[in-house]
């Protein structure tokens, strides 16, 4: 059992985590068109909620679920009070994503004022980690791996196979004809949101759990590495986010263990930046597929 | 000149004078995936003239002039400003050899001024280094002195000069328009692509636009008029090329082309693929 | 009293400074720069290993020639403009959409701040860099070197203003705002934006550079504490509120967002369960500012206003104004209406 291969076993994890926030991410780019930084917020409430509660029940899945929950209802939140009042006044990108970025700030700042600027942690029962195979697992990890994979599987069912992911296929398609069609756009967006706040939450409570201390940053940070996993495997298709997270989270865990640990993250943004300028439409796209302007 | 099927002759017989077409396009070539959006045209511009596009809706008419602007790349052919090849050229360098445009949704700088756009159209000499703004400023000052005689009196011509004041957002779809040309007048343009000039147009300002392009005209302007509206067209245009599905279906003066089994078609209520024209 | 209001008013023109320059790229050419930070404090670490003494046991850094403030300067403007360049011609030229942009300047950023705060050789890490000595040697009080810095300052402020100022009401200027506004459209009409929109980067750039430099030879030390991606965010906040675009407008903002947030933030009680209390309120306050200002004056207070044409000019004296109906008669009689 090599360091490397113990390395590609975090790895593992960390892509999967990582995946859970690059969907979230795809879905919501899928209908709002300009990049939502304050996508880590989804993250940081699901941990702080769950922090938030530890006083009252020691209970880790009812704390989860509870985190998850009101990160979903915060993503509703950020799109009926935020995003839509923006968008009937400016169709400029440019504004709505220094508005996401302003949402973020406030955000930040405001679990800052209820929590402190100190490290947090979420307690977890003693993990001993064990064996499978080549990498080095402990029982958190597996379940977080099977959680992850559920939600992938059932993500991509409910978009190819249920009425609401067509409709929400074809709201991310075109709105206005999928209204004219007869869809309910509107509660479409609202059932989506849901869901990139959920996904997002899963992600933060998991990351909350595995990583042990985090502070108001957490989603903050995340956001890079999740804006890395979504552009390398490609904008606007999910299975692109899954393969872009895989990508993103060995890289992470290789440069953390051939570099050093404090740069692990570094290697994965500059990653990042080297598809920007090569091939900034992912992966999985064909170059047919960007647009000029 | 027969109303033939010509989608991928090369430039018709030129008269006496040897001047170079304004722009000729051969042979261009467009496609996006398995869609064959620009399957072989080719047309001729002559130095002077007003020449006529017409096609339904999606024959390939706007993925034909993103592609000779520039904006677009053709996956072949040729694309020849006064006799001479750009098709390797990036748009900004098409533009400096005389190639202007004017796009379907008027693409106007919103928050300058209209007096503004018009003076950011002109011409540089020299005006546009960081350098000359500070250590020359003489010139400078000279050079804007210049543009803004060319400005007033372009103004004016158009009719814009009581709107030179105002933001270029506040303009109505006509006005927008005008000002568009105005542009393109003082940039000193020699080849004009109009796409669509009357979309977004309150039918009352259709004949300002007519005038405004018979002044571009005028100023020696060649002209390729994209247009539905078939009454327009050979109103104003010396000769006509019909697209559909990618190719040239038919070419020749308006009243060559108007008695084709094409136009015949797709002549009912006087535009093809547009919406009727109003009562005028 | 008054040393609160020199010291006050020396980094308002930090601010200024930092402002005018994101203003450049902003607000007058549309660039979305996130990591414009990064030029700030290259800025002052470069001045700082100029200037400063050099490294000793703790305080590990490259450089510390101790030369005169002068070549600190000049240093930092190059440095920064250097930087600049390499990072303007990595995000500028790739036709790169608005939200690749602002994430790929973001990522730069994030990445300057880790490596700069991991790695002790280079500016020593997350200390940062100390004891860099004052422009004008040890000879000074500390009010009277402050009230000096302070006039030296708004000499300086005034200066870049009308640099600044110059710049946007020249033909450049105008080419710039032609870019924002509609780039293809500015494309098509010739102008290579590329190189257009570089220049403005670097003039930006640089001036951010110079603000980093005169903060650090305030200030005698600098740290990645000192430059985060908030900052960028308070900078934006004080552009929107003012006017983006026009420099009066981008002051005018600064000023008012610097004395109400500097007065109003500095009431907040001290909690012993929560010592930053003060800056946490003062960011989430700055986002709650940008957002209503985006909402309900995007313009701004003082809002950019087209470049007037005067209607006297010599070739119009005896011209009459031609109304819109007269463009419709045929193309003939067009040149003989100016006679009338």
């Known amino acids: 059992m090599s360091g490397l291969e113990q390395a590609i076993g975090f790895g593992i994890i960390t892509s999967a985590i990582l995946g859970l926030s690059a969907l979230a991410m795809t879905l919501q780019h899928s209908i709002t068109r300009h990049a939502n930084f304050a996508h880590g917020a989804f993250l940081t409430m699901a941990a702080y909620m769950m922090v938030a509660l530890q006083p009252i029940t020691s209970n880790l899945v009812v704390e989860a679920v509870i985190g998850i929950a009101a990160s979903a209802l915060l993503a509703v939140l950020l799109n009926v009070s935020v995003l839509q009042p923006f968008r009937k006044v400016t169709s400029n990108l440019t504004i709505l994503l220094i508005v996401t970025f302003a949402v973020e700030t406030i955000f930040e700042n405001g679990v800052g004022i209820g929590f402190g600027l100190n490290f947090a942690t979420v307690v977890v029962p003693t993990q001993v980690a064990h064996h499978v195979g080549p990498f080095l697992w402990t029982p958190l990890d597996e379940i977080i791996l099977a959680v992850a994979a559920a939600a992938f599987i059932s993500v991509f069912c409910v978009l190819k196979y249920t009425p609401f992911g067509r409709a929400q296929r074809a709201v991310a398609d075109d709105v206005t004809l999928a209204r004219v069609v007869g869809i309910r756009a509107n509660r479409v967006i609202t059932q989506t949101w849901l869901l990139v706040g959920a996904l997002g939450g899963l992600a933060g409570v998991t990351l909350a759990m595995t990583t042990g201390t985090f502070n108001i940053q957490l989603g903050f940070n995340y956001l890079l590495v999740t804006f890395a996993a979504v552009i390398v495997g490609g904008l606007g298709r999910p299975f692109g986010a899954l393969l872009g997270a895989a990508i993103i989270g060995i890289v992470t865990e290789l440069t953390g263990y051939y570099v050093s640990s404090g740069y692990a993250q570094v290697g994965a943004l500059v990653l990042l930046l080297l598809v920007l300028v090569t091939r900034p439409q992912g992966l999985l796209t064909s170059s047919a597929g960007e647009l000029r302007g | 000149m027969s109303a033939a099927e010509g989608s991928s002759e090369a430039a018709p017989v030129m008269a006496a004078e040897t001047v170079a077409p304004a722009l000729e396009v051969r042979n261009a070539q467009k496609a996006f995936g398995a869609v064959q959006a620009v399957a072989g045209c080719s047309l001729t511009v002559p130095a002077g003239s007003v020449v006529g596009l017409v096609g339904p809706n999606g024959s390939g008419k706007s993925t034909f002039i993103e592609g000779v602007s520039g904006l677009q790349r053709f996956d072949a052919g040729e694309v020849l400003l006064h006799g001479r090849s750009i098709d390797h050229l990036e748009p900004y360098r098409r533009a400096r050899l005389g190639l202007r445009r004017s796009f379907q949704v008027s693409r106007l700088w919103l928050k300058m001024?209209?007096?503004?756009?018009?003076?950011?159209?002109?011409?540089?000499?020299?005006?546009?280094?960081?350098?000359?703004?500070?250590?020359?400023?003489?010139?400078?000052?000279?050079?804007?002195?210049?543009?803004?005689?060319?400005?007033?009196?372009?103004?004016?011509?158009?009719?814009?000069?009581?709107?030179?004041?105002?933001?270029?957002?506040?303009?109505?779809?006509?006005?927008?328009?005008?000002?568009?040309?105005?542009?393109?007048?003082?940039?000193?343009?020699?080849?004009?692509?109009?796409?669509?000039?009357?979309?977004?147009?309150?039918?009352?300002?259709?004949?300002?636009?007519?005038?405004?392009?018979?002044?571009?005209?005028?100023?020696?302007?060649?002209?390729?008029?994209?247009?539905?509206?078939?009454?327009?067209?050979?109103?104003?245009?010396?000769?006509?090329?019909?697209?559909?599905?990618?190719?040239?279906?038919?070419?020749?003066?308006?009243?060559?082309?108007?008695?084709?089994?094409?136009?015949?078609?797709?002549?009912?209520?006087?535009?093809?693929?547009?919406?009727?024209?109003?009562?005028? | 009293m008054f040393a609160f209001t020199v010291v006050a008013l020396i980094y308002l023109c930090f601010e200024l400074i930092l402002v005018l320059g994101l203003n450049i790229q902003y607000g007058l050419t549309g660039i979305l720069n996130l990591a414009y930070i990064i030029f700030y404090a290259i800025g002052a670490y470069i001045a700082g290993i100029l200037t400063g003494p050099p490294s000793s046991i703790g305080l590990t850094h490259i450089g510390g020639y101790e030369l005169p403030f002068y070549v600190g300067i000049a240093g930092a403007m190059g440095a920064a403009g250097v930087l600049a360049v390499v990072v303007g011609a990595f995000t500028l030229g790739r036709r790169l959409r608005a939200s690749y942009l602002a994430v790929g300047t973001l990522v730069i950023a994030v990445v300057a701040l880790q490596v700069v705060s991991q790695d002790l050789a280079l500016f020593n890490g997350q200390l940062g860099l100390l004891d860099v000595p004052q422009p004008f040697g040890r000879g000074m009080s500390g009010n009277g070197f402050s009230g000096l810095y302070c006039v030296i300052l708004i000499c300086i402020v005034i200066a870049l203003y009308v640099v600044c100022e110059r710049l946007r009401r020249s033909p450049f200027g105008r080419m710039l705002r032609a870019i924002r506004d509609d780039e293809i459209a500015t494309q098509v009409f010739g102008y290579a934006i590329f190189r257009m929109k570089l220049k403005a980067f670097v003039f930006g750039g640089v001036i951010s550079g110079l603000a980093g430099c005169l903060t650090m030879f305030y200030i005698g030390s600098f740290s990645p504490a000192g430059w985060s991606v908030y900052e960028v965010i308070f900078a934006l906040t004080c552009i929107f509120v003012g006017g983006a675009g026009n420099n009066l407008g981008v002051v005018v903002g600064t000023i008012i967002v610097e004395i109400v947030f500097v007065q109003l933030t500095s009431l907040v009680p001290t909690l012993q369960s929560n010592p930053e209390l003060v800056q946490l309120v003062r960011a989430g306050a700055i986002g709650l500012v940008l957002i209503l200002t985006l909402r309900f004056r995007p313009q701004g207070l003082i809002p950019e206003r087209p470049e007037q044409m005067a209607p006297d000019g010599p070739a119009l004296g005896a011209l009459r104004i031609r109304p819109l109906s007269a463009l419709s008669r045929p193309a003939g009689t067009s040149r003989r209406e100016k006679q009338i």
């Open chain 2, 113 to 280: 001024g209209v007096a503004e756009n018009l003076l950011a159209a002109a011409p540089l000499q020299g005006r546009d280094t960081l350098w000359r703004t500070y250590f020359a400023r003489r010139s400078i000052r000279e050079a804007e002195d210049r543009a803004k005689e060319s400005a007033r009196s372009i103004l004016v011509k158009f009719g814009l000069w009581d709107l030179r004041n105002q933001p270029a957002g506040s303009l109505s779809g006509g006005q927008s328009r005008l000002l568009e040309f105005a542009r393109i007048m003082i940039s000193e343009g020699s080849v004009a692509l109009l796409d669509e000039p009357l979309a977004g147009v309150n039918p009352v300002m259709a004949e300002n636009v007519a005038g405004g392009i018979r002044e571009l005209s005028s100023a020696n302007i060649s002209i390729l008029l994209v247009e539905h509206d078939l009454g327009f067209i050979g109103d104003m245009c010396e000769k006509v090329y019909a697209m559909d599905r990618g190719r040239i279906v038919v070419s020749g003066t308006m009243d060559e082309v108007a008695n084709t089994e094409f136009f015949a078609r797709a002549y009912i209520g006087g535009a093809i693929g547009g919406e009727a024209p109003d009562e005028r």
